[in-house]
């Protein structure tokens, strides 16, 4: 980062608030000074300035001649140690909490807005069933059903010797293997609760600094008497979810006990229907009964509440979220005593009864997604967003793709567990093997992954002829913008492997427009792929090898060709991703390769799956927005001004943080965005909260606002926001890059091509910086402000003491300050 840039005198000071990107940036690089102390927060993010500039705003007038800078480092909130790779397994979870945010803006179709939220809730909550019946297929029916249940694949493994009822032990019985294998899907439930639960109160319980309700008029489109309030990101309780998370967290854990306690005890009520015994038979059908009531609670809990974003909301549904979890475990100890009472006579052959709950469950999300696809185009219909991705069917997409990475995991794990259970057969396709293997859709859907592989090349084909075809029509383009450059003989000569060079970067970096190409033809051809392995498990019964046994020796090849590649792509991606995801996290320049898409997908908060990984912006924006009020506040009779300077995914936590704050602060604050994905990224996929209306409405509420952005940038581009009669245009013409083309006495050597990062090192950077302070306004304090007050804030306690630069004490700092030389 370069040194700050002077600013005009005014009297006051002014702030430059920092605020990094994806892959995050130390202090030290952020402030261009090895030393740096931290000034309020914690670990995970906390705001940092020089060690010369710690009391910058009580000093006298000369060092005031330029604006102070701090840093906001904030990456800690989604990267660590490596443990936390753990969270990729919930990418599903992820992907469909994302659709929740991509319905299209259309604040008069109130109804319809309601139902797709709840269809993405109902989809997220079949995620959620599925990959607890994955675990039950793997615990319940692969090893303790089918393995334990065969001798030779128990002798095989002594660790199921016990089970084995050729042994005649205790645990013997079919029931009570089911009900020993029962631990493991219930201790999964139990591990999702959990980091669920400890995430919940480190990210959904930060307070926001306002925390008043907001009226119906504020928010309605005609009667609206604060248009600052008017953003779905500026609303009270916005990013404090601590209400929804919690009745669907309690909704979810209930669901994946249910899941385990049929898969316990529908075997055994199968059975026992069969058999003399009337007591078991009645208890069966009274468990079955009970199931299938607190499913329906369940489902109502889900449905029946979204969020609620216009108060700061801290009320608990009590019933709900204690009630229903421990009732769902109570009826699951209950099915798992049912499970262990003796039923001589009674073996297992087969699969586990209840192999059709996967190919309903299909059905059931591929009913979901398409209604999902209608309401979403009715809301689009209205809306009008004609940059919207896909054409407002981008959360349907995205919530298939969620059903179709959750499916591939079930199979993948299903499929290596049975063909190491199997022995030297393959499970489904020959006698030579111990069991009869998982249930045959899981093997359809593992045979079309290489199908879809061979459709997904046609579009990646043609995106890589089209991306050749525009570096050579951008090559004259790039000479056209050099030629005036000065050179030291006076004549400018292109260097064709540099003009190469520059139209390869730019034509590469357009590639992230084609994003909803790819997203569509995978989503389209995963709907029509999944809808043909449902219907052909359904007709044939059998694994695709046999059911295609009479077809050919050429289709039957093929069909077991399929098969076995799939199989192994399933597993193999599974391990790969979860390699990617460790690697990710303990190297930095994996990290940034990956980071944008999870930090697009980690920045929204848990609205319709609360296994979700956690939404760091829940705490970021919280911290950015008290840390900008408590300064204002600490410097309103000396006019303080500050600016907050965000790249890329720092600049969308800027914009979420200034819609967060009071009109008096906005009125001080000045917004600088670079390498920003704002419209190009959450503008497109996410139009209800950052389309053309919502960023128009941002540049109208802060003081000013400029963005710069380069064409060799592959994620940051132009917001779009042209000059009205409201405001002037938020985008600075595109930057050069490099700066210079070719080698002068000032440049003795090449320049870099720069892309997406430092920003900074262009001049433009400095002079559009020094533009915004220079033209903050400065209005009159408040009536009966003083510095430290809590003001306009509304949050009631928690105002910081005064003394430091964010409000805490001298003795505070210093402590904080030898915490981080220890």
């Given at each position: 980062m370069s040194s700050a840039t002077p600013a005009p005198q005014s009297g006051g000071p002014a702030l430059e608030l920092l605020v990094h990107g994806v892959g995050g940036t130390t202090p030290e690089e952020m402030l261009g000074d090895p030393r740096t102390v931290r000034i309020s927060g914690d670990r995970k993010a906390a705001v940092y300035r020089r060690t010369d500039d710690e009391t910058a705003e009580s000093r006298p007038g000369a060092d005031r001649d330029r604006p102070i800078p701090e840093a906001y480092c904030w990456s800690n909130l989604t990267s660590g140690n490596s443990a936390r790779a753990l969270w990729l397994l919930l990418l599903p979870f992820m992907i469909a909490n994302l659709a929740h945010w991509m319905r299209p803006r259309a604040p008069r179709l109130v109804r319809s807005t309601r139902l797709y939220g709840v269809l993405v809730r109902l989809i997220a909550l079949t995620l959620t069933v599925l990959i607890t019946a994955a675990a039950c297929e793997v615990a319940l029916d692969l090893i303790a059903w089918q393995c334990a249940g065969v001798?030779?694949?128990?002798?095989?493994?002594?660790?199921?010797?016990?089970?084995?009822?050729?042994?005649?032990?205790?645990?013997?019985?079919?029931?009570?293997?089911?009900?020993?294998?029962?631990?493991?899907?219930?201790?999964?439930?139990?591990?999702?609760?959990?980091?669920?639960?400890?995430?919940?109160?480190?990210?959904?319980?930060?307070?926001?600094?306002?925390?008043?309700?907001?009226?119906?008029?504020?928010?309605?489109?005609?009667?609206?008497?604060?248009?600052?309030?008017?953003?779905?990101?500026?609303?009270?309780?916005?990013w404090y979810g601590r209400r929804l998370v919690a009745r669907l967290r309690a909704a979810h854990t209930a669901a994946g006990l249910l899941t385990v306690a049929a898969?316990?005890?529908?075997?055994?009520?199968?059975?026992?229907?069969?058999?003399?015994?009337?007591?078991?038979?009645?208890?069966?059908?009274v468990l079955e009964g009970a199931m299938v009531l607190v499913g329906l609670v369940v489902l109502r809990v889900v449905m029946v509440r979204g969020r609620s974003e216009r108060r700061f909301d801290a009320r608990f549904d009590?019933?709900?979220?204690?009630?229903?979890?421990?009732?769902?475990?109570?009826?699951?100890?209950?099915?798992?005593?049912?499970?262990?009472?003796?039923?001589?006579?009674?073996?297992?052959?087969?699969?586990?009864?209840?192999?059709?709950?996967?190919?309903?469950?299909?059905?059931?999300?591929?009913?979901?997604?398409?209604?999902?696809?209608?309401?979403a185009w009715i809301l689009q219909r209205h809306?009008?967003?004609?940059?919207?991705?896909?054409?407002?069917?981008?959360?349907?997409?995205?919530?298939?793709?969620?059903?179709?990475?959750?499916?591939?995991?079930?199979?993948g794990v299903a499929q290596r567990v049975a063909d190491w259970l199997d022995g030297p057969g393959t499970p489904g396709m020959d006698g030579d093997g111990f069991i009869p293997g998982p249930p045959v859709l899981l093997s359809w859907q593992a045979s079309v992954i290489p199908?879809?592989?061979?459709?997904?090349?046609?579009?990646?084909?043609?995106?890589?002829?089209?991306?050749?075809?525009?570096?050579?029509?951008?090559?004259?383009?790039?000479?056209?913008?050099?030629?005036?450059?000065?050179?030291?003989?006076?004549?400018?000569?292109?260097?064709?492997?540099?003009?190469?060079?520059?139209?390869?970067?730019?034509?590469?970096?357009?590639?992230?427009?084609?994003?909803p190409l790819l997203v569509g033809t995978i989503a389209a051809a995963t709907l029509v792929l999944g809808a043909l392995a449902v219907l052909g498990a359904w007709v044939s019964g059998k694994v695709p090898g046999r059911?295609?046994?009479?077809?050919?020796?050429?289709?039957?090849?093929?069909?077991?060709?399929?098969?076995?590649?799939?199989?192994?792509?399933?597993?193999?991606?599974?391990?790969?991703?979860?390699?990617?995801?460790?690697?990710?996290?303990?190297?930095?320049?994996?990290?940034?390769?990956?980071?944008?898409?999870?930090?697009?997908?980690?920045?929204?908060?848990?609205?319709?799956?609360?296994?979700?990984?956690?939404?760091?912006?829940?705490r970021a924006v919280p911290d950015l927005a008290w840390r900008i009020c408590t300064w204002i506040e600490q410097n309103e009779r000396t006019g303080g001004r500050l600016v907050i300077s965000g790249h890329s995914q720092g600049s969308v936590l800027a914009a979420a943080a200034v819609w967060q704050l009071p009109a008096y602060a906005r009125q001080r604050v000045a917004l600088l965005t670079h390498g920003s994905p704002?419209?190009?990224?959450?503008?497109?996929?996410?139009?209800?909260?950052?389309?053309?209306?919502?960023?128009?409405?941002?540049?109208?509420?802060?003081?000013?606002?400029?963005?710069?952005?380069?064409?060799?940038?592959?994620?940051?581009?132009?917001?779009?926001?042209?000059?009205?009669?409201?405001?002037?245009a938020v985008d600075r013409d595109p930057l050069k890059d490099p700066l210079v083309y070719g080698r002068s006495r000032r440049h003795p050597l090449p320049e870099p091509?720069?892309?997406?990062?430092?920003?900074?090192?262009?001049?433009?950077?400095?002079?559009?910086?020094?533009?915004?302070?220079?033209?903050?306004?400065?209005?009159?304090?408040?009536?009966?402000?003083?510095?430290?007050?809590?003001?306009?804030?509304?949050?009631?306690?928690?105002?910081?003491?005064?003394?430091?630069?964010?409000?805490?004490?001298?003795?505070?700092?210093?402590?904080?300050?030898?915490?981080?030389?220890?």
């Amino acid at each position: 980062m370069s040194s700050a840039t002077p600013a005009p005198q005014s009297g006051g000071p002014a702030l430059e608030l920092l605020v990094h990107g994806v892959g995050g940036t130390t202090p030290e690089e952020m402030l261009g000074d090895p030393r740096t102390v931290r000034i309020s927060g914690d670990r995970k993010a906390a705001v940092y300035r020089r060690t010369d500039d710690e009391t910058a705003e009580s000093r006298p007038g000369a060092d005031r001649d330029r604006p102070i800078p701090e840093a906001y480092c904030w990456s800690n909130l989604t990267s660590g140690n490596s443990a936390r790779a753990l969270w990729l397994l919930l990418l599903p979870f992820m992907i469909a909490n994302l659709a929740h945010w991509m319905r299209p803006r259309a604040p008069r179709l109130v109804r319809s807005t309601r139902l797709y939220g709840v269809l993405v809730r109902l989809i997220a909550l079949t995620l959620t069933v599925l990959i607890t019946a994955a675990a039950c297929e793997v615990a319940l029916d692969l090893i303790a059903w089918q393995c334990a249940g065969v001798e030779r694949c128990a002798d095989e493994r002594s660790w199921l010797g016990f089970l084995s009822p050729e042994r005649g032990g205790w645990w013997s019985q079919p029931g009570r293997r089911l009900a020993l294998a029962a631990v493991v899907p219930a201790a999964l439930v139990g591990l999702l609760w959990f980091l669920s639960n400890r995430t919940w109160s480190a990210y959904e319980s930060q307070r926001p600094p306002s925390g008043r309700e907001v009226t119906e008029g504020e928010i309605g489109p005609e009667t609206r008497r604060d248009a600052s309030l008017t953003p779905a990101l500026g609303r009270p309780g916005f990013w404090y979810g601590r209400r929804l998370v919690a009745r669907l967290r309690a909704a979810h854990t209930a669901a994946g006990l249910l899941t385990v306690a049929a898969a316990v005890a529908g075997a055994a009520a199968r059975h026992d229907r069969g058999a003399a015994d009337t007591t078991l038979k009645v208890t069966g059908w009274v468990l079955e009964g009970a199931m299938v009531l607190v499913g329906l609670v369940v489902l109502r809990v889900v449905m029946v509440r979204g969020r609620s974003e216009r108060r700061f909301d801290a009320r608990f549904d009590r019933m709900a979220i204690d009630t229903l979890p421990k009732a769902a475990l109570a009826l699951l100890g209950l099915c798992v005593v049912y499970a262990l009472w003796s039923r001589p006579g009674w073996s297992s052959s087969g699969t586990l009864p209840g192999d059709a709950t996967f190919r309903v469950l299909s059905l059931i999300q591929g009913g979901l997604v398409v209604a999902l696809a209608v309401v979403a185009w009715i809301l689009q219909r209205h809306a009008r967003h004609t940059r919207t991705a896909l054409y407002g069917l981008n959360g349907p997409a995205v919530a298939m793709l969620a059903c179709a990475l959750g499916g591939l995991m079930t199979a993948g794990v299903a499929q290596r567990v049975a063909d190491w259970l199997d022995g030297p057969g393959t499970p489904g396709m020959d006698g030579d093997g111990f069991i009869p293997g998982p249930p045959v859709l899981l093997s359809w859907q593992a045979s079309v992954i290489p199908v879809l592989l061979a459709v997904l090349l046609v579009p990646l084909l043609t995106l890589g002829i089209r991306t050749v075809r525009r570096q050579r029509a951008l090559v004259p383009v790039v000479e056209r913008e050099y030629a005036k450059e000065e050179t030291d003989t006076g004549v400018w000569r292109p260097d064709r492997g540099r003009t190469r060079r520059i139209a390869g970067v730019r034509a590469r970096a357009e590639l992230t427009d084609a994003g909803p190409l790819l997203v569509g033809t995978i989503a389209a051809a995963t709907l029509v792929l999944g809808a043909l392995a449902v219907l052909g498990a359904w007709v044939s019964g059998k694994v695709p090898g046999r059911a295609f046994g009479d077809s050919g020796d050429f289709t039957e090849s093929v069909a077991e060709t399929a098969q076995s590649v799939g199989s192994w792509l399933v597993g193999l991606g599974f391990l790969l991703f979860v390699t990617l995801g460790r690697r990710a996290y303990n190297d930095i320049g994996a990290r940034r390769t990956i980071g944008i898409l999870w930090d697009v997908g980690t920045f929204w908060p848990r609205a319709a799956h609360p296994f979700a990984p956690p939404c760091y912006a829940e705490r970021a924006v919280p911290d950015l927005a008290w840390r900008i009020c408590t300064w204002i506040e600490q410097n309103e009779r000396t006019g303080g001004r500050l600016v907050i300077s965000g790249h890329s995914q720092g600049s969308v936590l800027a914009a979420a943080a200034v819609w967060q704050l009071p009109a008096y602060a906005r009125q001080r604050v000045a917004l600088l965005t670079h390498g920003s994905p704002l419209e190009r990224l959450y503008g497109r996929w996410f139009p209800a909260y950052f389309g053309p209306a919502a960023l128009a409405e941002l540049r109208d509420q802060v003081d000013r606002w400029r963005n710069l952005w380069r064409p060799t940038d592959p994620i940051g581009g132009p917001v779009r926001v042209a000059a009205d009669g409201r405001g002037p245009a938020v985008d600075r013409d595109p930057l050069k890059d490099p700066l210079v083309y070719g080698r002068s006495r000032r440049h003795p050597l090449p320049e870099p091509i720069l892309g997406h990062g430092d920003y900074a090192a262009d001049p433009a950077f400095a002079e559009e910086r020094a533009g915004l302070l220079a033209r903050v306004a400065v209005p009159p304090p408040r009536q009966g402000a003083t510095p430290g007050s809590a003001g306009e804030r509304g949050a009631g306690a928690g105002a910081p003491e005064r003394g430091a630069p964010d409000g805490s004490t001298r003795g505070g700092a210093k402590k904080r300050r030898g915490e981080e030389r220890a």
